[in-house]
């Protein structure tokens, strides 16, 4: 079993900033891509940002400029530094992951349960 568990969400003013952090636990042989996407209220989930194992990143273009993504191989880590927020990326922070869990398996998606962001106006 392989999960996701997501940290560093919280409330915080317009302009501030967050950093969240997924960790990812159990059987792990390989991680491709780690992601982040979230869902506001009422809305579809969307993408936010992903990296590569080898440190390609892809942004959405709501965040470029905003938001890094950065990973730690050794401690099969994804963070997301997000800066200067908006009341509208209020939403429930989900990190996802392809995982490898032995050379013998395909690569599965995986999700994490979601952190709640919310950014006052």
Same mark, same amino acid.
């Given at each position: #079993? ?10 915080? #003013? ?5 950093? +969240? =952090?997924?960790?990812? =636990?159990?059987?792990? %042989? =390989?991680?491709?891509?780690m992601g982040w996407f979230r869902q506001a209220p009422g809305k579809q989930r969307e %993408?936010?940002?992903?990296? &590569? ?5 892809? @942004?959405? $273009?709501?965040?470029?400029?905003? %938001? &890094?993504? =950065?990973? $730690?191989?050794?401690?099969? &880590?994804? @963070?997301? #530094?997000?800066?200067? +927020?908006?009341?509208?990326? &209020?939403?429930? @922070? @989900? ?8 050379? +013998? $398996?395909r690569y599965l998606e995986v999700w994490g349960q979601g952190t709640l962001v919310t950014?006052?106006?």
């Amino acid at each position: #079993q392989v999960q996701l568990v997501e940290s560093g969400g919280g409330l915080v #003013q317009a302009g501030g900033s967050l950093r +969240l =952090s997924c960790a990812a =636990s159990g059987s792990i %042989f =390989s991680i491709n891509t780690m992601g982040w996407f979230r869902q506001a209220p009422g809305k579809q989930r969307e %993408f936010v940002a992903l990296i &590569t194992s080898g440190g390609i990143t892809n @942004y959405a $273009d709501s965040v470029k400029g905003r %938001f &890094t993504i =950065s990973r $730690d191989n050794a401690k099969n &880590t994804v @963070y997301l #530094q997000m800066n200067s +927020l908006k009341p509208e990326e &209020t939403a429930v @922070y @989900y990190c996802n992951a392809k995982i490898q869990s032995s050379w +013998l $398996d395909r690569y599965l998606e995986v999700w994490g349960q979601g952190t709640l962001v919310t950014v006052s106006s």
